[in-house]
């Protein structure tokens, strides 16, 4: 069983910047396409990052191309996401999921990840 424990979530001001982690803490995902999404009140889960498994292959969501960085870290189970320029529309509730099936990573749906963590929340100040 593979479950996610997100953790970096925080305060932080406009043009900030921080660092979002995500471990497996039962099976290993080093088989598994793993993504960040984001949720804001209101609003649907919207994909961030993917990166598949080895870590070569990255796929990012043209709207924050730039802003952000997904790796991972097999040995460790965990993968993470670097987030800079933070704006105040950028304060919502960050999860990563793991997807068993890799193959439509680059297309961010949400359905393609079987496995998701509690969520880390982002906030960002004026």
């Known amino acids: 069983q593979v479950q996610l424990v997100e953790s970096g979530g925080g305060l932080v001001e406009a043009g900030g910047s921080l660092r979002l982690s995500c471990t497996s803490t039962g099976r290993s995902t080093d088989s598994y396409g793993m993504g960040w999404f984001r949720q804001a009140p209101g609003e649907e889960r919207d994909f961030i990052a993917a990166v598949k498994p080895g870590g070569k292959y990255k796929y990012y969501s043209g709207a924050y191309r730039g802003r952000v960085t997904i790796s991972r870290d097999d040995p460790k189970n965990s993968v993470f996401l670097e987030l800079s320029g933070l704006r105040p529309e950028d304060t919502a509730v960050y999860y990563c999921?793991?997807?068993?099936?890799?193959?439509?990573?680059?297309?961010?749906?949400?359905?393609?990840?079987?496995?998701w963590g509690q969520g880390t929340q982002v906030t960002v100040s004026s």
């Open positions: 999921g793991a997807a068993e099936n890799s193959a439509n990573l680059a297309f961010g749906m949400v359905s393609d990840y079987g496995y």
